[in-house]
């Protein structure tokens, strides 16, 4: 009888996987945040702060690159926070269960780098085209 595969989400959570999290929310930041902000920045200069989709933003736009730039670490600063504490969660989740909790985790990093992505897209759309994706 061949042995039974063994999955990626069985087991008990290592150093190694918390790591690995932790670069796809430097990832996820580095999109969410740097990437856009310049990118932003960059639209805003061509287009008009009035052509900003995010209403947020728009009003942080209006107020200065100084205001943009606070609201963005404090948008880090709470991402971070709040994946410190899920991490803390995994950690202390049952070995049983630990396997599911991070796919849960993965999927919404996944997501969270994706959006990232999606929304540099809708940047460069902006300042090359004139018009949003959304």
């Known amino acids: 009888m061949a042995p039974r595969p063994t ?12 790591l690995e999290y ?15 902000m310049l990118t932003t920045l960059f639209a805003a200069s061509i287009l008009g702060t009035a052509a900003e989709a995010n209403p ?18 404090l948008a880090v600063f709470v991402v971070v926070t709040f994946f410190y504490a899920l991490v803390k ?6 070995s049983r ?8 985790v993965e999927l919404w990093l996944g997501r969270l780098i994706f959006a ?19």
Do not use: C, K
């Open 97 to 104: 269960h630990q396997g599911h909790f991070s796919l849960v």
């Open 7 to 18: 999955s990626r989400y069985r087991g008990p959570l290592g150093p190694d996987r918390i």
């Open 89 to 94: 969660m995994l950690e202390r989740t049952p």
């Open 22 to 36: 932790w670069s796809w929310v430097a990832w996820a930041l580095f999109l969410l945040v740097t990437v856009d």
């Open 116 to 134: 990232g992505l999606l929304v540099f897209a809708n940047n460069l759309t902006a300042i090359f085209l004139g018009q949003s994706l959304l």
């Open 56 to 73: 947020l933003i728009r009003w942080a736009l209006g107020r200065g690159v100084v205001v943009l730039v606070a609201m963005n670490l």
